[in-house]
């Protein structure tokens, strides 16, 4: 019986965390492992730091890294190694980018690439080597080149797909080569480039993954949710279910009857292709897992996940250090499946939570998670092995003891509150995930105190934990257990909060009509949105504290510029003393203390919209626009991060070309750095607002320059990234939707693209439901069609 089956019928997990890798700064999108007759064996990762790093494998869990190897321009999306020849003992290992080329390395001697590759015209994402001295890649060039690595020539161009050419894989038996498109359709090919066979319509959906099983046979992937088992000539063998979601890898263990599979849902699941079952489901804390990689006999997995750290997953027995690492681990998975659980089914109550003695039933399926309460901890558990494995505690499960309505223009908001939490830390909270004035903290904390019952110290009601905001004044009245906030705006356009009061501010929308429009009247977008609305006297009152006391301060000139601007925003027009004045907010930027930078960001986005911002901006040399881009891409999250996209969103309303492309390519790099789905709403809109305009601008420039064409595909990364995060009836829709619309209608590439990214049209056709507003709506079914 193999061990497959034996785990299958009750045993322990096949695989159990080994090693974390900590190295990268960036995600990392790919892995693989060395050639099993090197001498030293070793694991290679390939991020979106630029980099890959070499972790020497030392016996039982520890990996050294051995050498960071940096030499491309832009992200890495792929990494493969060679087997060993007397020249190189170590093989060699190449690696593919955004930009475009495939490097060559030594990794017995890293200090640099030994080759470069160059001809695709597009991004390389998938490479595989065919032997010691020749490999394969693909493209979203849509195609894939053979190469000599002796001469380093492509030697063959295989040319026939109709969209981006995800995976390839040598079919070492016959000498040929498969290749799988986001077309969705299997090819094969002679290495001479000489098409041999096409397999249309192989999946339901864009084909994302190819590994070898056995000599003839082999395995892909797709956005299907399924992985299939074909013989060499496109015969289907086998089919595996049990994915919730797109599938984007796919791996064979040497020497073994098993197959892994990676993707959207979170999870690594293994297969026995002897049985067909899946016998084992490792959860791993993310919703995405990029590439799986086996190498070295068959103990050993390498998981990359959407994060900076790849996982070693092993069959070896672990030592304290490792049951230490796997417990942490645990943590960490539970904590991820509590925030999907949140996502998917809200607060759940305790007396809901069925308790332990469910988990006497088995699973109905490998994979399937439960949540039981175990004398008043909440536990989550996955069925895996034909057991259910302990994952850890769900913190987040408990319904709050205290649930309040606040009716905020017709939308219910909900205000929660648990025994024992500082009333001023929850209003904070709220006011800060709903945008409202701060002014309302006392107000929403006493209301708090009041109705909950919370009790005070003799001196007075516990103390804000946070500073209150500075700019703000005047107060209300709560009565009730149902608020009704004493302010109101046009419900017909965007409500985009002051960051001191939150005050809403009215953007004006398209009117919806209920009659179709047509899609050459939506896209492209062609009027660039602004940020307009503030307290600018506020801003500039905390300026000037902070200004009092700062090591490098304003000038008189420039405080008297901005007292002008304060003065009347809509009407300054010295552009030149306009041009001085942002020069002096930058500078503050680059020297004040970051907890001072809220007022400099809002008065640098109020002064992108007076009349003088159009001739200023106009004339500004590419330093100060550079020192901008910089200046407002150092925030991760909060306020400053939120004002600094404003900036960024007016900025290219007053001078569509200020921003240069490769300056775009990289605010839109670090945006697919950021976790768009722990954003607050305002955080997010103002990232679809900066988006929108991107699109608007860049879909009139000419796409055949390089650096366009680049800003362009990073646009359309960074919106899926948005898209794919976005809550329900989210009003962020409308302009995230308009930017995808712009791009993807305007060039078959980038549709392509957006094509072949995860969850993309899923989502695009939510956004078509009822609950969205008729232009939304219409939009949304308009992009569902192209991408379709």
Known sequence: MSEAKRSAQGGSPLFKLSATLLGHTGDVRGACGSDKEVPIPFIATASRDESAILWE?????????????????????????????????????????????????????????????????????????????????????????????TTQQCTAVLKGHEASVLSVLPLVSSGEVVTASADRSLRRWRSSGEHVQTRAAAHADVIRGLCHVSEGVFASCSNDSTVVVWTATFDTIATFTGHQAFVYAVCSVPDSPLLASSGEDGCVKVWDMESGACVQTIDL??????????????????????????????????????????????????????????????????????????????????????????????????????????????????????????????????????????????????IDKHELSQSFLDQIASFIIQNAQVPTLETGTPQPAVNPDPFTGGQSAVSGQHMQPPFSSSSAGYHNPDPYTGASTSMTTTTTTTTKPAAAAMFPNRTYVRFSQGKPQAALN??????????????????????????????????????????????????????????????????????????????????????????????????????????LTNLIAASPSAISPDQHSAVCESLLERNMAALKDAQILAVASYLLNLATWAVKQDAERDDVAQCQLQAVNAIHRVIVALPAHHETASRIISALGTLVSSSEVLLALALSLPNMSQCVNAFAGSSYPQQTRDMARHVYDLLK
Not at 561 to 590: C, F, K, R
């Open 57 to 149: 494998y030392q016996g039982g869990s520890k990996y050294h890294q051995q050498a960071q190897l940096k030499g491309h321009t832009r992200y890495l999306m792929c990494v493969t190694c060679t087997a060993p020849t007397p020249e190189f003992p170590q093989g060699l290992v190449l690696t593919g980018s955004l930009d475009k080329t495939i490097l060559v390395w030594n990794p017995a001697v890293p200090a640099g690439p030994i080759a470069r590759l160059e001809g695709h015209t597009d991004a390389v994402c998938c490479l595989q080597a065919i032997s010691p001295t020749t490999v394969v890649s693909s493209s979203w060039d849509s195609t894939a080149r053979v190469w000599d690595l």
């Open 285 to 430: 804390p993310c919703t995405s897992v990029w590439s799986v990689a086996a190498r070295w006999g068959w103990r050993h997995y390498c998981f990359v996940r959407r994060c900076k750290l790849p996982r070693v997953f092993t069959r070896a027995a672990a030592g304290p250090q490792v049951r230490t690492s796997s417990l942490q681990f645990e943590e960490h998975v539970a904590a991820s499946f509590a925030a999907r659980q949140a996502q998917q089914v809200g607060s759940l109550k305790k007396s809901d939570i069925p308790d332990k003695s469910v988990l006497e039933t088995p699973g109905r399926r490998e994979g399937e998670h439960k949540i039981v309460n175990n004398g008043g901890k909440i536990e989550a558990y996955t069925w895996s092995g034909q057991n259910w494995q302990y994952m850890g505690l769900v913190t987040d499960a408990v319904a709050p003891d205290y649930t309040f309505t606040v009716d905020l223009e017709g939308r219910n908001l909900k205000l929660e509150y648990n025994k024992g939490e500082n009333p001023y830390e929850v209003a904070q909270k709220f």
């Open 542 to 647: 905390k300026l000037k504290e902070f200004n009092a006391t700062a090591a490098s301060p304003l000038s008189a000139s420039a405080l008297s510029t901005l007292e002008t601007v304060v003065a009347d925003v809509h009407a300054y027009g010295d552009a030149a003393q306009l041009t001085a004045t942002i020069t002096a907010l930058l500078s503050a930027l680059e020297s004040w203390d970051r907890a001072h930078h809220v007022p400099v960001l809002d008065l640098l986005r109020l002064a992108l919209i007076t009349p003088a911002a159009v001739a200023a901006t106009a004339s500004m040399d590419a330093a100060l626009t550079q020192r901008i881009v910089t200046a407002c891409g150092v925030y991760g999250e909060g306020p400053c991060m939120m004002l600094a996209m404003r900036v």
